[in-house]
């Protein structure tokens, strides 16, 4: 099996592009990837007495020093989030003929169904691995896809409409997959999914957390924010 954690940015309604992005890993792959991220945060926190478990990786919090990383130096910070990225793309899978991927789509804000677009291109995207796997080395995989969820970051006033906003967005996420399993989209068919999009805590797993790399890079250069 092959699990393709997932995260997003651009979600709010002014936005100037939305990014989904994450990254397929091998399940043989999870605990020793999880491990080595685990291993990196642990290094440069633990001299100065903080616990790695209490620390999430978020890209701009990392770089900003909000949130917990607040207590943290700015050299260290930005030293973490350096061998983060440097730990993503230079990972070697422990069976080199599955490796790790990434995938992202980047839609135009402009687009009414900017998301449905990047979802049926991320999802198709995957699912076209996983074919390709099948064919060159004769091994059927399955693709689940763990994805964050959406977080709301509004006033407490209206934080409750906006739940109920990011749970209706999650569910029909999850209908879309159905329906492109059964009859296929603008890009295909998906042949090769287990389920649809699993929505977690992304405290839950090293794994959703570095798909947020992923996507803070893509936004930074495609929203035009400054370095």
Known sequence: MYLLFLDE????????VFVLGGLAVHEFDVPHLQKRIEGQLTYRLADLG???????????????????????????????????????????PVT????????????????????ERAYDLVLNKF?????????????RHTGLVVHDRRVVDTPLRSRAGTQ????????????????WQEVASKVGILHNLSHVPLF????????????????????RHYSKDPP
């Open 9 to 16: 940015s651009g979600t709010h309604g002014s936005a100037p």
């Open 50 to 92: 903080q616990d790695a478990r209490n620390f999430e990786i978020h890209a701009k919090e990392l770089k900003s020093g909000s949130g917990n990383w607040a207590a943290i130096p700015i050299n260290t910070r930005l030293k973490i989030l350096g061998a983060l990225y440097r730990s993503l793309v230079t990972y070697k």
């Open 127 to 139: 699912d076209e691995v996983l074919d390709r796997l099948y064919h060159q080395h004769g091994q």
């Open 200 to 219: 977690a805590d992304s405290k839950a797993t090293r794994l959703v957390q570095l798909a947020d790399l992923v996507c803070w890079a893509l936004w």
């Open 164 to 179: 109920a906003a990011a749970q209706n967005m999650e569910r029909r996420i999850q209908e879309w997959t159905a329906d």
């Open 96 to 115: 080199a003929v599955f490796p790790c991927a990434l995938f992202a789509a980047v839609v135009d804000g402009s687009y009414h169904d900017r998301e």
